[in-house]
């Protein structure tokens, strides 16, 4: 077995290992910047020097045999490993530190605090993106994530920020103007949001029964951002973090007008590939937002 290793081309494994990640051998040749007849013919002369089939070859597609997901695995680690050792032995700190998370967390909470990062490590600069798509920091050209989850994501390494919850948020005139005493109170409200997270958050509150019908939401909106700015323009009453919303809540032009809060998995993360734990420029922005998370960590 060593005597083939040493004759296969690292080239034929970097080929091989787009193609089954991508299950496609036209995707991996679209990657990898080479012609599709190419990525074919470099696949079926790795299979000659193993003797064995690799993929097994359909009208539309292709899969994986069982050796071919063997070397799948074992292959796709070590680009990684490579990519990772190639990266810590050119990187010097300086550079372009890419940053993906949700629309809200980056708008309310993370933006307005990069700067001071920003202003500590002067040789790095942020690109921050936002998505609700689920990033593989594996293979795309992201650094870092921000995402709420369990922090169980095979091959990262994860640290929690801070919990990812949402409560009613209004203007103090609404509050006013609606009386709002009791969590009971908000079923006859204005209310902004889906139904299915107001039933959540009502259940939280301890209000399980309803004495006459409760009035529809006015406004649902994609993201958490938007619903709370009708809030903000006084349209009703939203549900809100408390934390990523914490500024209004502090200047006085959000109000919680009500203590229980609707947990949402189990927090926010931050999270990167295990084996680029020493990148210095990770390593930098780990520790700052950990010192930035640490007073909304409970």
Known sequence: MSDVLATVPLS???IFEAAA???SFTRAAEELGITQAAVSWQVKALERRLDQALFQRLPREVVLT???ERLAR??????????????DLTETGEGVLAITTVNSLAAHWLAPRIGAFQVAHPKIAVRLETSNRLVDLAHDSIDIAIRAGHGQWPGLEAHYLFPNIQTPLCTP?????LGLTRPEDLLTAPRIGSEAEWAVWFSEAGVTSVLGPAAPTRLMADTQ???????????????????????EIAAGRLVRP??????????YWLVYPKDRRRSPK?????????VQAAPFAS
């Open 12 to 14: 034929a494994i970097r």
């Open 21 to 23: 990640r991508l299950k």
């Open 66 to 68: 069982p050796s071919g």
């Open 74 to 87: 074992a292959s796709s680690e070590a680009v990684n490993l490579l990519r990772a050792a190639i990266s």
């Open 173 to 177: 005139d609404m509050r006013d103007r």
């Open 225 to 247: 951002t938007l619903e709370v700015a009708s809030a903000l323009g006084g349209q009703g009453v939203a549900l809100g973090s408390p934390i990523l919303f914490s500024p």
């Open 258 to 267: 009500f203590a229980p809060v609707m947990p949402l998995g189990h927090g």
């Open 282 to 290: 990770i390593a930098a922005f780990r520790e700052w937002l950990l």
